[in-house]
């Protein structure tokens, strides 16, 4: 019999937790009523929402009403960044963004410089980290403008200076987004610490389903809803409420929370420094991209190791670790198929063949020593495979 795949792709999408679904399961079956309506029955339903508004307000320490329910990471990235080009106007403002971000918030912001903002691309060093004195230099406080900076990133795990962006774009009057996609659940993240004016959530990245996502918007921040009809989530984001995955995505913040409360991300992160050292011990020519540990002030997110295999073309050797049982990625999954090095390892000023070379593995709270054992078996032999296909 065949062993089942290893899964160490949980930064493209993550396993749904099977608490998850059996909280979503009532509301696809007998609770199917609208919230917005009046009767008993709608009343319930309006009250669970209200409850898994409250499990993700507290994942991040923020008031329920700060929290929108949204379709996805991408929309809850578009709604604010499109919001915020018609706060502060397209004369005279300023947007910096970093070189890191996903495309939902480097696309978005292109449009913006399409028609005529000036938008700005501060980069990073090659541990990945926000180059806070370039950002300090694009933030200009004659100007009206927003910043938005990734908590997290998607490639490498890094976790970013958010703390010290946020304080050097209040000190211009600026308002602060965070795409913190990769890091809820993941790391602590918490607004009422870090005073981001905006946060971007998606449920599919931390075991809840994919299709639905969050938006933290702080109470009195200026905000132009992109959606506009019915008036549900306060008008902020009108449509009837997804409610089972609204359900889902409640629960999942709940069961992340005791998670990171009770260890289990620090047994994540034992788990990739396994993976990391199983592998530079058996290869000479595997480097790891990020630094290691967790301590701040450089750390990343628990769950990721981003390695590059010297003398290997990632690509080649995808096909064959998905043969051999395991399905992980050279970038970000949105980026699978796409032509060229990937951005964020050109950003840390990798060469071509470095970043060709390099691979993604991340892990969840499900990955298991036994299957890292065997992974680290199955990661070495293709890596000798590809190396040496590569020099014949
Ligand atoms: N931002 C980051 C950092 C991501 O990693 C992703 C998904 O890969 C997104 C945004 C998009 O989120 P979603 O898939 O929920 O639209």
């Known amino acids: 019999m065949t062993e089942p795949s290893i899964y160490l792709d949980s930064n493209a999408t993550s396993q749904i937790h099977p608490r998850v679904v059996e ?21 319930k339903v309006k009250a669970s929402v209200e409850r898994a508004r409250e499990q993700v307000a507290d994942l991040i320490g923020a008031h329920p009403n700060e929290i929108v329910f949204t379709g996805c990471g991408t929309e809850s990235n578009n709604m604010v960044i499109k919001s915020l080009a018609r706060v502060i106007g397209r004369k005279k403002s300023r947007v910096v963004v970093s070189e890191i971000e996903h495309s939902a918030v480097l696309r978005p912001t292109e449009a913006m410089a399409a028609v005529g903002f000036d938008v700005e691309r501060v980069g990073v060093d090659s541990d990945c980290r926000l180059r806070l004195d370039h950002f300090a230099d694009a933030v200009v406080d004659d100007r009206p403008g927003f910043a938005s900076i990734m908590w997290a990133n998607n490639e490498t795990g890094v976790v970013q200076p958010v703390a010290e962006a946020v304080e050097i774009t209040k000190a211009a009057g600026w308002h602060f987004h965070t795409d913190a996609i990769q890091a809820v659940g993941k790391v602590p993240v918490r607004v009422d610490e870090v005073p ?11 075991h809840a389903p994919k299709g639905v996502g969050a938006l933290f918007i702080r109470k009195e921040s200026p905000f132009e809803p992109m959606i506009r009809g019915g008036g549900q989530e ?41 993976l990391q050292t199983g592998l530079s011990q058996r290869l000479d020519r595997v480097r790891c991209n990020t630094q290691p540990g967790s301590a701040p002030p450089c750390y990343t997110a628990p769950n990721v190791a981003h390695l590059s295999f010297e003398g ?26 796409k032509a060229g090095p990937s951005h964020v390892q050109k950003a840390m000023g990798f060469s071509d063949e470095r970043a060709y070379s390099s691979l993604r593995l991340s892990l969840s709270i499900f990955t298991t020593e036994e299957e890292i054992d065997r992974a680290v078996d199955i990661i070495a032999e293709v890596a000798r495979e590809c190396c040496v296909e590569a020099v014949e």
């Open 23 to 43: 909280a979503m399961m009532p509301y696809l079956t007998d609770q199917w009523h609208n919230p917005s309506s009046g009767y008993r029955a709608g009343q």
């Open 196 to 206: 981001v004016d905006f946060l971007s959530i998606s449920g599919h990245k931390f």
């Open 234 to 274: 306060s008008g902020h984001r009108s449509g009837t409420e997804n409610v089972p995955y609204i359900i889902g995505l409640g629960e999942a913040a709940a069961i992340m929370k005791s998670e990171m409360e009770n260890g289990g991300l620090d047994c994540v992160a034992a788990l990739r420094d396994r």
């Open 312 to 337: 290997c073309v990632a690509a080649e050797m995808l096909p064959k670790l998905d043969a051999a049982g395991i399905q992980c990625s050279a970038g970000s999954a949105c980026m699978t198929g």
